[in-house]
């Protein structure tokens, strides 16, 4: 079966930074595109990255650029997401998302290209 888990959710200060993971089984890890995305109370999922199955190519949304680094780990069968200098817009539900393809297309963000999520890690931000 499938299971794709994510960790790393804390509460921290604006300014701070939070490193998450996110393991995956059930599929072929290293074959598939990983993304990360985030979802507000009363907001749609929005995507925050996405990268290809090697994790040579990442892809990063516009309102986390310089801030937040995806990798991907096919030895471990991990997806990070490393959050630097974060902010308290940044505080949302972080959902690592799979699909068997191999490049993170221009509608990555789409979160029905998806069909393996994860339940979600909470990280609050806090000015």
């Known amino acids: 079966q499938v299971q794709v888990v994510e960790s790393g959710g804390d509460s921290v200060q604006a300014g701070g930074s939070l490193r998450l993971s996110c393991t995956a089984s059930g599929f072929p890890f290293d074959r598939s595109l990983m993304a990360w995305f985030r979802q507000a109370p009363g907001k749609g999922r929005e995507g925050v990255s996405c990268i290809s199955y090697n994790g040579r190519t990442p892809v990063i949304a516009d309102s986390v650029k310089g801030r937040f680094t995806i990798s991907k780990d096919n030895d471990k069968d991990t997806l990070y997401l490393q959050m630097e200098n974060l902010k308290v817009e940044d505080t949302a539900v972080y959902y690592c998302?799979?699909?068997?393809?191999?490049?993170?297309?221009?509608?990555?963000?789409?979160?029905?290209?998806?069909?393996?999520w994860g339940q979600g890690t909470q990280v609050t931000v806090s000015s």
């Open positions: 998302a799979a699909v068997q393809r191999f490049h993170c297309s221009g509608s990555w963000y789409r979160v029905d290209e998806y069909p393996f």
